[in-house]
């Protein structure tokens, strides 16, 4: 019911629910952030009502981001109403990406809600590469979320974004750490979203071409048909009996069956994350005049008029303006 001109259906709606953030990776943030006033904010019971109308469009599939999305009050009650939702409607899967700064709170009731499994985004294991990257994280309340996620019996898969910075002996070590303790790990090329400060995006840029270069020449990698529906392509590692993953925006356009759109905690929806093209919510939400099916009309049209993909480019020498809002706007 939500399909666009090129014959696509978006089945996938990732909810951001808050643009604020416990870390400042430096490839999302400047260290100096205004975040939206919470007033802004869509309320649980409107994000609740906003996910029903996706979900009797045909979306089937619920990620919630942010921003960090554990530190939005009283978030359960978003989860256990999703987690409802599967019960009684054709909402099929709820998931979570989150930093896991406060993961450690949390999993056992994301378990209870109905959640299965999550995405942790970590870019290294190293302890002071870690604090350097997300300007004051602590790495051991990620490794101690990931640990009590996975003895409350959630998936856990780990996402890293391919940064220059990194040398290519901390990859192979977030490699090691990944296939001690089988979790999936899919790596991310870095995006021009926003302004980040006093940080270069050519100077962050790795392409994943270079780093799956670097990996095959390591390790013995060979092409996975693994697929969970989303735009990463897979590898097997023959010395690690773990599968690795490729989110390559710019060097592996992967537009052609995207089956998202995303919606910001402002009710803003963006029918591609490297387009400006969006509907605004709010209003009619708070509107009392305007039904769900109303809603619904909207949102239909808006998928309809989704693009064709993506407007992304760095590379070593030059970037397209960056967009201008930041991933945790929009959510990742
Ligand atoms: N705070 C949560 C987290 O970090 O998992 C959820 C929101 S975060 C914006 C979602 C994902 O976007 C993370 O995996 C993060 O690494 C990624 N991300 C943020 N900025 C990015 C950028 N400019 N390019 C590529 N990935 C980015
Ligand atoms: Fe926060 Fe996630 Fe952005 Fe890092 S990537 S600053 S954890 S929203």
Redesign the pocket.
């Known amino acids: 019911m939500l399909k666009d001109s090129f014959q696509r259906t978006v089945s996938y709606l990732r909810l951001s629910v808050t643009d604020r953030?416990?870390?400042?990776?430096t490839?999302?943030?400047a260290e100096h952030m205004t975040f939206l006033p919470k007033k802004n904010l869509l309320s649980l019971d409107e994000l609740l009502r906003v996910s029903r109308i996706f979900v009797k469009l045909g979306v089937n599939k619920i990620r919630i981001t942010?921003?960090?999305p554990l530190v939005r009050r009283d978030v359960m009650f978003l989860f256990n109403g999703l987690g409802n939702m599967m019960q009684d409607s054709s909402l099929h899967e709820l998931t979570l990406?989150t930093?896991a700064?406060q993961l450690h709170k949390y999993a056992q009731d994301l378990v209870l809600a109905g959640v299965k499994r999550i995405n942790v985004?970590l870019d290294t294991v190293d302890p002071a590469m870690f604090n350097t990257l997300?300007r004051w994280?602590k790495i051991e309340t990620v490794l101690k979320g990931i640990h009590v996620a996975l003895n409350a019996g959630l998936k856990v898969k780990i996402n890293a974004?391919a940064l220059a910075s990194i040398d290519f002996s901390h990859t192979l070590k977030l490699v090691d750490f990944c296939a001690q303790h089988k979790l999936d790990l899919t790596f991310i090329e870095v995006m021009p979203m926003g302004d980040i400060g006093n940080e270069q995006r050519t100077d962050q840029y790795l392409p994943l071409s270079s780093l799956k270069k670097q990996l095959t020449d390591t390790l013995t990698l060979t092409p996975s048909n693994h697929s969970t529906g989303g735009p990463a392509s897979y590898m097997n590692c023959a010395e690690t009996g773990a599968r690795i993953g490729f989110i390559a925006p710019q060097t592996a356009n992967f537009c052609s069956d995207c089956n998202r759109v995303r919606m910001t905690c402002t009710g803003t929806v963006y029918t591609c994350l490297g387009q400006s093209h969006s509907a605004e919510l709010l209003p009619l939400l708070r509107d009392t005049n305007i039904s769900d099916n109303d809603i619904a009309q909207v949102l239909i049209k808006t998928v309809a008029d989704k693009k064709k993909g993506h407007n992304f480019l760095i590379s070593k020498e030059q970037t397209l303006d960056p967009l201008d809002r930041?991933?945790?706007v929009t959510g990742?």
């Open positions: 953030c416990d870390l400042r990776c490839y999302c943030m942010g921003g960090e990406t930093n700064t985004s997300t994280g974004v930041h991933m945790n990742g």
